[in-house]
């Protein structure tokens, strides 16, 4: 997942979003099949907005434009200040799959934004605020809600230094090794 932060010419100053007045990621799709973050910031500097209304914008191929980020956005009236809007490229009112890559950024996104907004009452589709059918009736909510109670894997990773055939010298590279601040250990193995 890539992560662009585009530099738009806003009309205007952005007013900062209080992290802690969030209440919703709110859902929305571009309602056309293609669109760059680019396009969509001339439309809605054409209604006379400061600019993109979206917080973040995330492309069919997974790439995440970060628009309004940490800004007041304009895409839910009476909710701009406290929600925070993520909008997919795509037109789910009509198209019936999204891509897998725009799929697992939306969630990485959505579960990345779900940790920094301590009031965070929910995710919600557009349409739960406004008379639309955003985010679309082909728009995999299910699937997202699903993927976002799904526990994250917990992984170590372990790191194999090297294997001695005298204890001295593995005695040595531990030694080194702590020095360095790393825990270190000899595990004696008999080799056939």
């Given amino acids: ?33 293609q669109a760059t973050p680019e396009a969509i910031h ?25 628009c309004r980020g940490d800004h007041v956005g304009a895409h839910t009236a009476g909710w701009n200040d406290k929600s925070y809007g993520i909008c997919v490229e795509g037109n789910y009112e009509e198209e019936t799959e999204m891509p897998e890559a725009q799929f697992r950024a939306l969630v ?20 739960q605020f406004a008379a639309t059918a955003c985010p679309g009736k082909y728009f995999p909510w299910d699937k997202l809600i699903a ?12 790191v194999q230094v090297g ?8 005695e040595k590279m531990v030694q080194l090794l702590k020095e360095k601040g790393f825990a270190a250990f000899i595990r004696e193995e008999v080799i056939e």
């Fill in 108 to 127: 990485e996104r959505v579960k990345y934004n779900q940790a920094r907004f301590p009031n965070l009452r929910g995710i919600a589709p557009h349409k």
């Fill in 147 to 158: 993927a976002l109670k799904e526990p994250e894997e917990k992984k170590i990773y372990r």
């Fill in 163 to 170: 294997a001695f055939k005298n204890r001295e010298n593995a």
């Fill in 1 to 33: 997942m890539q992560i662009v932060q585009p530099n738009f010419d806003w009309r205007g100053k952005l007013t900062p979003l209080k992290l802690e007045d969030v209440q919703y990621i709110i859902i929305h799709h571009a309602a056309v099949e």
């Fill in 42 to 66: 001339k439309h809605h500097l054409g209604r006379g907005w400061a600019g993109i209304g979206y917080n973040e914008y995330i492309a069919k191929d997974g790439t995440v434009y970060i």
